[in-house]
């Protein structure tokens, strides 16, 4: 083992399955289409990979899915092999475990990929259930008294709106402006373009989200390689390098979240639904970067709901606490404004296969600085910022990427 602490890590390959209803492809399936097409976007030797991350499925979840994954793309004798279960904020923290294990000399290569059937797959309805309803919330606390997890973030959004006097019209600019995105995305899920109209007169889900509020339900998946950035360099593609990264927790449960409720006497709580620990590990990333929100020329900020998304803007620093719902105005998010935002559509309308959703939104951030986005790229794209976040809002990760 060569220890090599100041090695600079990029992602060298990246690759995504179709997205969206994939009848009769069972995940495992569609996990090893997205490894292999990061493995020859990268043109590495699959000898060379050894280290291999994943997550597990929601509707076949198992603890060991990574030596399944690993003996399905005949990648053995890993020195980093492991299932992250940390939901729909893996991949960031995936991101950092590869940067370590490559830095420390025990992994040349690392593999981090993920894939879902949620929309189609066995389990139809069970897994769609558990998961878009209970989710990974407690069973014992929460679930019995009808909580599900858009409920959990229509509580977030209604605090941000008494607090701040966010708007619906506000959330709703946000999906417009992925939908407008996904337009531009012959992958994407759903192209239709929306307007803030649509989103407003859409089903009401909890209030106040409606429909096209939330995240979509998909089939697909993704896959990223990580290495040095000097091995990089000799490879097929352009490099992007990872800049900086932090990531985050709080509380797991809602009445902690929400201030405290029930937490040891004495235990002072910093967080709560509407001032996330998201700005701890965007200032990590950001410190470790060299870098301020000003710089970044495209965001790919994680959207299982609008209000997801709104209240990044004011952890991240792209605008005051308060000021998320201004700021999405006038087109700002979309591109062609000041700070464009999920270029792919974003959970919200490119995909959002349950926990592998998260992925795509890096996938997008190297092909932004690979300026390879077609109508939807970003001119001169040099900086990227992505972020991953699950168990509403309270794990975080943030990842500053930039073009080699």
Same mark, same amino acid.
């Given at each position: 083992?060569?220890?090599?602490?100041?090695?600079?890590?990029?992602?060298?390959?990246?690759?995504?399955?179709?997205?969206? $209803?994939?009848?009769?492809?069972?995940?495992?399936?569609?996990?090893?289409?997205?490894?292999?097409?990061?493995?020859?976007?990268?043109?590495?030797?699959?000898?060379?990979?050894?280290?291999?991350?994943?997550?597990?499925?929601?509707?076949?979840?198992?603890?060991?899915?990574?030596?399944?994954?690993?003996?399905?793309?005949?990648?053995?004798?890993?020195?980093?092999?492991?299932?992250?279960?940390?939901?729909?904020?893996?991949?960031?923290?995936?991101?950092?475990?590869?940067?370590?294990?490559?830095?420390?000399?025990?992994?040349?290569?690392?593999?981090?990929?993920?894939?879902?059937?949620?929309?189609?797959?066995?389990?139809?309805?069970?897994?769609?259930?558990?998961?878009?309803?209970?989710?990974?919330?407690?069973?014992?606390?929460?679930?019995?008294?009808?909580?599900?997890?858009?409920?959990?973030?229509?509580?977030?959004?209604?605090?941000?709106?008494?607090?701040?006097?966010?708007?619906?019209?506000?959330?709703?600019?946000?999906?417009?402006?992925?939908?407008?995105?996904?337009?531009?995305?012959?992958?994407?899920?759903?192209?239709?373009?929306?307007?803030?109209?649509?989103?407003?007169?859409?089903?009401?889900?909890?209030?106040?989200?409606?429909?096209?509020?939330?995240?979509?339900?998909?089939?697909?998946?993704?896959?990223?390689?990580?290495?040095?950035?000097?091995?990089?360099?000799?490879?097929?593609?352009?490099?992007?390098?990872?800049?900086?990264?932090?990531?985050?927790?709080?509380?797991?449960?809602?009445?902690?979240?929400?201030?405290?409720?029930?937490?040891?006497?004495?235990?002072?709580?910093?967080?709560?639904?509407?001032?996330?620990?998201?700005?701890?590990?965007?200032?990590?990333?950001?410190?470790?970067?060299?870098?301020?929100?000003?710089?970044?020329?495209?965001?790919?900020?994680?959207?299982?709901?609008?209000?997801?998304?709104?209240?990044?803007?004011?952890?991240?620093?792209?605008?005051? $606490?308060?000021?998320?719902?201004?700021?999405?105005?006038?087109?700002?998010?979309?591109?062609?404004?000041?700070?464009?935002?999920?270029?792919?559509?974003?959970?919200?309308?490119?995909?959002?296969?349950?926990?592998?959703?998260?992925?795509?939104?890096?996938?997008?951030?190297? %092909?932004?600085?690979?300026?390879?986005?077609?109508?939807?790229?970003?001119?001169?794209?040099?900086?990227?910022?992505?972020?991953?976040?699950?168990?509403?809002?309270?794990?975080?990760?943030?990842?500053?990427?930039? %073009?080699?």
């Amino acid at each position: 083992m060569s220890l090599r602490p100041n090695a600079e890590v990029a992602i060298v390959g990246v690759g995504e399955t179709a997205v969206g $209803k994939l009848p009769g492809q069972h995940s495992t399936r569609l996990y090893i289409e997205a490894a292999k097409r990061a493995i020859d976007d990268a043109g590495i030797d699959k000898s060379e990979i050894d280290g291999l991350l994943t997550t597990a499925s929601v509707v076949d979840d198992n603890v060991r899915h990574h030596m399944v994954i690993s003996e399905h793309l005949g990648l053995f004798c890993k020195t980093l092999c492991d299932t992250l279960r940390t939901g729909g904020a893996a991949f960031g923290y995936a991101f950092q475990l590869a940067q370590w294990a490559v830095q420390s000399g025990r992994c040349r290569a690392v593999l981090v990929v993920a894939a879902d059937n949620l929309l189609t797959g066995p389990g139809l309805g069970q897994g769609v259930t558990a998961y878009t309803e209970l989710g990974a919330h407690s069973l014992e606390f929460e679930v019995p008294f009808g909580a599900h997890i858009p409920g959990f973030y229509a509580l977030v959004a209604q605090r941000h709106m008494h607090e701040y006097g966010t708007k619906p019209e506000q959330l709703a600019a946000i999906a417009v402006a992925c939908r407008k995105h996904a337009s531009l995305n012959p992958a994407a899920q759903k192209r239709d373009p929306i307007t803030v109209d649509d989103v407003l007169n859409s089903r009401m889900i909890s209030t106040p989200l409606r429909m096209l509020d939330c995240s979509l339900i998909s089939d697909g998946g993704g896959a990223f390689i990580v290495t040095t950035l000097e091995r990089a360099r000799n490879l097929r593609q352009r490099p992007i390098r990872l800049l900086g990264a932090g990531q985050a927790h709080s509380y797991y449960h809602m009445g902690h979240l929400a201030g405290g409720v029930g937490l040891p006497p004495g235990h002072k709580n910093d967080f709560n639904l509407t001032n996330t620990v998201q700005r701890v590990a965007a200032r990590d990333a950001f410190g470790e970067a060299g870098v301020t929100p000003a710089d970044i020329d495209v965001a790919e900020i994680y959207d299982s709901f609008t209000i997801t998304a709104l209240m990044q803007f004011e952890e991240l620093g792209f605008c005051k $606490k308060g000021e998320a719902g201004s700021f999405v105005e006038g087109g700002r998010i979309e591109l062609g404004g000041e700070l464009p935002v999920n270029t792919h559509g974003g959970l919200l309308s490119f995909a959002h296969p349950g926990m592998p959703g998260g992925i795509f939104h890096l996938i997008e951030g190297v %092909r932004q600085l690979r300026h390879e986005c077609g109508p939807r790229q970003v001119p001169d794209a040099s900086l990227a910022l992505v972020t991953n976040v699950s168990a509403v809002a309270s794990n975080h990760s943030v990842c500053i990427l930039g %073009r080699d």
